[in-house]
């Protein structure tokens, strides 16, 4: 089966900029999960999404960073305005059931620099 | 908050195994003890999972206690390919909020 897709694989913007991170799950795969990893440490879980509804943005930073999965399928991270400390790999993951009995499939990530 | 504890970093030489411990003291009955590597600039990569069984796969074993408050990976037969950061996670949460926390890792180092 065709793995998680993602686009760009690295982007360069000056901070302040906005940026914009794809992900194509698998097929059929209901949980969509977007995590972050800076340089050196775990991801980090940013929203979970189950079908197009959030389930967990706790982590999140709403004042500048959104997502949304407007059809249950393929979803879209933004930053608007970026940070210096937003440089990082934005990985995207999926899941057929939410509980993860057939396991978690990541994506290649994007890598972001804000300079 | 991360509910594993690994140590950071451990060596092995190229074919023997290797074997990496995992201590979730906190594990719930429902939650599913994962194990996943990555290797740098790659996202990370499924290995193995199980829930109360010992599990094996093409790739590895995964050894759970009775009391389910450590696991245990082994890696057959290391090669140096294996070299990456070695993730224990516990699945957390409850109806559709399963998620999975990931702590630092174990960097696993194969040397020839």
């Known amino acids: 089966e065709a793995g998680v897709a993602q686009s760009p694989r690295y982007k360069i913007i000056e901070k302040r900029q906005s940026v914009a991170f794809w992900c194509n799950p698998i097929s059929g795969h209901a949980t969509l999960y977007w995590y972050q990893q800076i340089l050196g440490q775990g991801p980090k879980l940013l929203i979970q999404?189950?079908?197009?509804?959030?389930?967990?943005d706790s982590q999140l930073p709403k004042d500048r960073f959104s997502a949304e999965r407007l059809k249950g399928v393929d979803s879209t991270l933004k930053i608007q305005p970026a940070k210096l400390e937003d440089s990082a790999v934005y990985l995207c993951?999926?899941?057929?059931?939410?509980?993860?009995?057939?396991?978690?499939?990541f994506g290649s990530g994007t890598r972001l620099t804000v300079v | 908050d991360a509910k594993t504890t690994q140590p950071p970093s451990m060596d092995c030489a190229e074919g023997r195994a290797a074997n990496l411990p995992c201590n979730h003291s906190t594990i719930s009955g429902n939650e599913y003890v994962y194990w996943y590597r990555q290797i740098h600039s790659q996202g990370p990569q499924y290995i193995i999972h199980?829930?109360?069984n010992n599990e094996t796969n093409e790739m590895a074993s995964l050894i759970i206690t009775e009391d389910r408050k450590s696991s245990t990976l082994i890696l057959p037969h290391a090669t140096l390919r294996d070299t990456a950061v070695y993730y224990c996670i516990v699945s957390g949460g409850g109806g559709s909020n399963y998620k999975l926390t990931f702590g630092k890792g174990t960097l696993l180092t194969v040397n020839p």
């Open positions: 999404f189950q079908n197009n509804g959030v389930v967990d």
């Open positions: 993951a999926s899941s057929l059931d939410p509980a993860g009995q057939y396991g978690y499939t």
């Open positions: 199980g829930l109360k």
